[in-house]
């Protein structure tokens, strides 16, 4: 069982080596992260990495090992029965089959792909439980992969900071980061 990747404190600068080994020990192609935005899939294979910055949203990615390939969904919203079957990722029941479809995964494949989930943090402090999205988010994710079978190998989800999902799907590994902002100087009432 290969090791999982514990996240570095801070994200690397610009031109410095990834968190991760470069496959083979060769040198990485240096390229910047393929971004998914709020609201779709990516998928990638070989050299490519990809990446999705999240706040109450939350990032699903499948890695498939065997195949060697990676995708990842930004979910903006847990659910809308509406758009449950067509291609996406804004909402969380249309993106867990959207992955697997794009994927090209039958049934039979799922014990042979790995699932990261991140995000769903609070953003807004002091609102309703209704506009919790985040925790909203983070339930959904956990409720549509369980409905796939699908094996979830790490999760990072809820808190209050946002986070950076990426996937390099060179080796299958991934880095999870926190996003930690300080305020400074800032008066309260």
Same mark, same amino acid.
Request: with cysteine.
């Given at each position: 069982?290969?090791?999982?990747?514990?996240?570095?404190?801070? =994200? =690397?600068?610009?031109?410095?080596?990834?968190?991760?080994?470069?496959?083979?020990?060769?040198?990485?192609?240096?390229?910047?992260?393929?971004?998914?935005?709020?609201? &779709?899939?990516?998928?990638?294979?070989?050299?490519?990495?990809?990446?999705?910055?999240?706040?109450?949203?939350?990032?699903?990615?499948?890695?498939?090992?065997?195949?060697? +390939?990676?995708?990842?969904?930004?979910?903006?919203?847990?659910?809308?029965?509406?758009?449950?079957?067509?291609?996406?990722?804004?909402?969380?029941? &249309?993106?867990? =089959?959207?992955?697997?479809?794009?994927?090209?995964?039958?049934?039979?494949?799922?014990?042979d792909?790995d699932?990261?989930?991140?995000?769903?943090?609070?953003?807004?402090?002091?609102?309703?439980?209704? #506009?919790?999205?985040?925790? &909203?988010?983070?339930?959904?994710?956990?409720?549509?992969?369980? &409905?796939?079978? #699908?094996? +979830?190998?790490?999760?990072?989800?809820?808190?209050?900071?946002?986070?950076?999902?990426?996937?390099?799907?060179?080796?299958?590994?991934?880095?999870?980061?926190?996003i930690?902002?300080?305020?400074?100087?800032a008066?309260?009432?």
């Open positions: 069982m290969q090791a999982l990747l514990n996240p570095p404190v801070q =994200p =690397p600068l610009a031109g410095a080596a990834l968190p991760w080994p470069a496959p083979d020990d060769t040198v990485h192609s240096g390229r910047a992260p393929l971004q998914v935005t709020m609201g &779709q899939l990516k998928l990638g294979a070989r050299t490519d990495q990809l990446q999705a910055l999240l706040g109450s949203c939350v990032g699903i990615a499948l890695i498939w090992k065997k195949r060697g +390939v990676c995708a990842l969904a930004h979910c903006l919203l847990p659910e809308c029965p509406q758009m449950a079957d067509e291609f996406g990722a804004r909402y969380v029941n &249309q993106a867990v =089959p959207s992955l697997l479809r794009l994927l090209g995964a039958s049934e039979a494949d799922h014990a792909i699932v990261v989930v991140a995000g769903g943090a609070t953003m807004l402090n002091g609102c309703s439980s209704r #506009l919790q999205i985040g925790q &909203q988010n983070a339930e959904a994710a956990r409720k549509y992969l369980r &409905q796939h079978s #699908l094996n +979830v190998v790490y999760c990072r989800v809820g808190g209050k900071c946002g986070r950076t999902l990426t996937i390099d799907c060179a080796t299958c590994a991934y880095a999870v980061q926190e930690v902002t300080t305020c400074s100087g008066t309260h009432a």
